[in-house]
């Protein structure tokens, strides 16, 4: 297979001098990081050994030199003075910031005793390993959990609410997740003679120009629209693509399902389908084409928000399109029903055929498969078995290799199905990002006995629950390699300069403990050594990826039609009929629905008409900023100058309605599901035409770094999670995170004032600590 490996010449080696520079190249990932890894070069000053800047990598035909604020703000993070600095066992009680530095060797002995002797009272189950978004470090924490016999890891997230359900939503009605066909997968990029630019591009619930999915980068979109794409964007929020699009929908949050529907049922009625690809190889069409006899876009019209005939437009746009991608994000994830919404969607790309095609959806070569998990074979069957999640949602069983977050907070409040005494936290601060209920999910955390967090700074998960904590590189300060996610290139993580503090790697942190919990799982010197056992799987050892990186692999189209989908080498797609599936056989399996359906938001403007009189907005949460990955960078003041305080967007109609301004401070208030609670957080006002009259949406994973220790800093004052109602949809997949309901209440004078002080005093130091 490497023999095969198309490697992008480079007229450097990876690592040279350039002036009174030390340059390497690599690319970015975590931490800061986000989803993408953009090719870099980081510049390290010879005589101070500190990394000056980053720049992009112009040769690295990912990125071609181009990169975010974020990346060009990393030597802020490296050199930050606020940095945890050495391993902590806390000092006092949780909550306060009260620690003692101690060694490397005495904080992981401290662990693996801890560790070792709840799983010989309690078993290993007892010990719950958590991440957030992981990036190229979920396969050291999975294997650490597996290796210890636990089967509860998993993300901190309610019904895997991010990116997962998209991928179930793909692999219930083909067997595989598939991503957008940008050219992405060949290191000649646009100009390969294979490749042909999408005649459309359908960008829903993504602003891939800030926020990029799947691996794929928002510029890539803009290089097709000046090569001819045709662009469909469908959001609540008019995006700079919005305003460049060819039909633009304005949906209601909550309503994709629905819309996409209507899509489906204007190519089925006016036969833009196309008839040849559905009859040769889709199952259940005749059953789909009933099912969405009634969802007419002229009916549907007003339960989304926009209007029949753009409906039509965008079906119709996109079903004569001569390849047609889709870019979707985070947003059809978080809804209770998430699998069904990317069921729905998905059905448009079989109606039209654009599987495996030039310009349509694509499923890459993985170079490496390993994102949700490295190590499941170290866990016992007897073990496996105990799992949360399935013991409430069959999904989980085999179609979900990770636990259910609910269901692990549930256990830690009732101790049933068994008790749960200990976590391991790394890559995630929970409480400001993921969880939904803080309130809630932090009770649960503060009841175990033991919890271990690894992080590069303080924050309040830290604050508030972690008894050990261990300290971090970030990205330019250690080797690493990249897993998964959509990527098609052979990437490594090139370490540019010895970190100053007492800190390690998230990978060297994983292997130490891991050979202290249970050392034949883990039997290398170094973690070069245990990424080459990777890379192995590839015909490349470690040094060779680094040296030739990037590399891309072989890949063709139409895979389907030459039995390269399916494991027993038939023509098809890996499902149980080897047809992409309109009726999933899949979902029959667990109990489920197999036809895709849509279920109004509750609460909602149609499921609770009372509670919708008393909070009359529809909120939606999350949009991202330029400066910030979730709740990471909030301590970085380069990119906290860009955008200070919690935003909540408000069109101009519904803040005259109120009687607020641009810049005044104001509660969000909701309330929880359907509970009878009412909870509230703090924003400023942005006032603007971009967001529908009848929607707000504000920003997620807020807390203040220049807060106090002891409160949190300000998290559950900020949390727009509070809001957020406990529970998932019926597979356990999707949670209601960005489809609720609100109202703006005006602050006291006294609230106010409290507000600005907290204002002044992050001013004061200088827009961070």
Same mark, same amino acid.
């Given at each position: ?526 973690? #070069?050594?245990?990424?080459?056992? =990777?890379? +192995?799987?590839? &015909?490349?050892?470690? @040094?060779? !990826? %680094? ?114 301004? #641009?810049?005044?401070?104001?509660? =969000?208030? +909701?309330?929880? &599901?359907?509970?009878? @609670?009412? !909870? %509230? ?89």
């Amino acid at each position: 297979m490497a023999k095969d490996m198309v490697l992008v010449p480079h007229d450097k080696p990876y690592r040279y001098e350039e002036g009174n520079y030390t340059v390497t190249r690599g690319s970015a990932w975590s931490a800061p990081g986000c989803h993408l890894g953009c090719g870099v070069l980081m510049y390290v000053n010879k005589e101070t050994g500190k990394i000056e800047k980053v720049e992009g990598d112009p040769e690295n035909p990912y990125n071609g030199g181009r990169l975010c604020a974020r990346c060009l703000a990393t030597p802020n993070a490296v050199n930050s003075p606020h940095r945890i600095q050495y391993p902590m066992v806390r000092d006092g009680e949780r909550g306060e910031d009260k620690w003692r530095r101690v060694g490397w060797d005495e904080a992981l002995d401290i662990i693996a005793e801890r560790f070792n002797s709840i799983k010989a009272e309690y078993g290993a189950e007892a010990v719950t390993f958590w991440e957030g978004t992981g990036r190229d470090i979920s396969p050291w924490i999975s294997r650490l959990a597996w290796s210890f016999d636990s089967p509860n890891f998993g993300p901190s997230l309610n019904g895997l609410a991010c990116y997962g359900p998209r991928v179930y939503g793909c692999a219930v009605i083909s067997g595989s997740f598939w991503v957008g066909d940008y050219s992405q997968q060949f290191a000649d990029r646009y100009d390969n003679p294979e490749w042909k630019c999408p005649g459309c591009i359908l960008v829903w619930g993504n602003n891939p120009i800030v926020a990029n999915s799947d691996g794929a980068l928002g510029h890539w979109v803009i290089d097709c629209l000046q090569r001819g794409s045709k662009l469909i964007v469908v959001d609540p929020r008019v995006t700079w693509l919005a305003t460049r699009a060819d039909v633009y929908l304005q949906v209601r949050p909550g309503t994709d399902a629905a819309l996409a529907m209507a899509m489906a049922n204007a190519m089925i009625e006016e036969g833009l389908f196309d008839e040849e690809f559905v009859e040769d190889w889709t199952y259940g069409f005749e059953a789909y084409a009933e099912h969405v006899k009634h969802y007419t876009p002229e009916a549907i019209a007003p339960v989304c928000w926009v209007e029949a005939e753009d409906i039509r437009r965008a079906a119709r746009m996109f079903a004569e399109a001569d390849g047609g991608l889709l870019q979707w994000g985070v947003a059809l994830d978080q809804k209770e029903e998430a699998i069904s919404t990317c069921q729905t969607i998905s059905s448009l790309l079989m109606l039209t055929g654009n599987f495996d095609n030039p310009g349509g959806m694509i499923k890459p070569p993985e170079v490496l498969m390993y994102l949700n998990g490295w190590g499941e074979e170290l866990l016992s069957p007897q073990q496996a078995a105990k799992k949360l999640g399935p013991n409430k949602y069959p999904f989980y069983s085999t179609a979900v290799i990770v636990a259910s977050a609910e269901c692990m907070i549930e256990a830690m409040e009732t101790s049933e199905p068994y008790p749960i005494k200990a976590a391991w936290i790394q890559t995630t601060n929970l409480l400001s990002c993921m969880g939904v209920d803080p309130e809630r999910t932090l009770k649960a955390f503060q009841s175990l006995d033991f919890i271990v967090m690894v992080d590069p700074f303080k924050n309040p998960t830290m604050m508030a629950l972690a008894d050990v904590v261990l300290p971090t590189t970030m990205y330019p300060e250690r080797n690493g390699i990249r897993c998964g996610d959509g990527c098609q290139r052979l990437e490594t993580i090139n370490q540019a300069l010895e970190p100053m503090l007492d800190v390690k790697s998230d990978m060297q942190i994983n292997l130490e403990l891991g050979r202290r919990l249970n050392p034949e799982a883990w039997p290398w010197d170094t973690v #070069e050594e245990m990424f080459g056992a =990777i890379y +192995g799987t590839v &015909g490349y050892s470690y @040094e060779e !990826a %680094r040296e030739a990186a990037p590399g891309y692999m072989p890949f063709e189209y139409y895979k389907y039609k030459t039995g390269k989908l399916r494991p027993d080498g038939q023509p098809g797609f890996n499902t149980p009929t080897g047809r992409l599936e309109f009726w999933s056989n899949t979902m029959v399996g667990f109990g489920l629905d197999p036809m895709p359906y849509y279920t109004e938001p509750s609460p909602g403007p149609v499921t609770t008409p009372d509670l919708y009189e008393e909070f009359p907005l529809v909120l939606t949460t999350g949009a991202r900023r330029w400066n910030t990955f979730h709740a990471e960078n909030r301590e970085n003041p380069t990119l906290r100058r860009l955008h200070p305080e919690p935003a909540v967007q408000v069109h101009p109609s519904v803040a005259e309605q109120i009687g607020i301004s #641009e810049g005044e401070w104001v509660w =969000i208030a +909701g309330p929880k &599901g359907l509970t009878g @609670e009412v !909870a %509230r957080c703090r924003r400023v006002v942005e006032v603007t035409e971009a967001i529908s009259p009848g929607v707000v949406s504000t920003d997620h994973g807020w807390w203040h770094p220049e807060g106090k220790p002891e409160e949190l800093y300000d998290v559950m004052e900020l949390n727009v999670n509070k809001l957020m109602p406990w529970g998932c949809g019926k597979s356990g997949i999707g949670a209601n995170y960005k489809c609720l309901l609100c109202r703006i209440e005006k602050m006291t004078e006294e609230e106010q004032a409290a507000a600005k002080a907290k204002e002044l005093l992050r001013k004061n130091l200088g827009n961070g600590r």
